[in-house]
């Protein structure tokens, strides 16, 4: 890849980076329970990345998903925007697409951030944007303007 790209997150080498640190990232997966181990790859605008995988337990309802993970780690260490997540399952090649509580947080952090995941083809990802995984999404927009229509 020659030719510069608008976002370095849609740049093919960026985002295959970006997927291969998701990968990484599933090698500590916790995941005894489900057998299906999965990493993420949260990119954040100040160029810092921050990963997650799934950490489950023995009472089954209690586990945290991948990307849920990266983005605690994320916010907690004061990034709040985002240019890209690559998700990745157990599968170096099939699409893994964010579960819905997932999508839901990431919505919050980025209503339009675009989501990697791999593909069989010869790209090797295929990208998704928030507002196509979870349309009509309720977010902070929406609160705020309740909020501030009914003066609380
Ligand atoms: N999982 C994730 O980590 N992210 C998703 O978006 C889909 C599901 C995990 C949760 C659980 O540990 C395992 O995959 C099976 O559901």
Redesign the pocket.
Known sequence: MSSAQPSAALDPAAARALLDRARQARAH?Y?P??R???G?ALLADDGRVFT?????NASYGL???????AVGKAVSEGARAFTAIA?I?PEDVQP????G???QVLYEFGPDLPVIVPSADAEGYQVQAMGALLPGAFGPARLAESQQARGV
């Not at 586990?63 to 993970?69: I, Y």
């Open positions: 997966a995941a329970y489900s299906f181990p999965v993420a997650g995988c799934n950490v489950e586990a945290n998903c991948a990307e849920r993970v998700v399952g893994c697409a964010p579960c509580a997932c999508r």
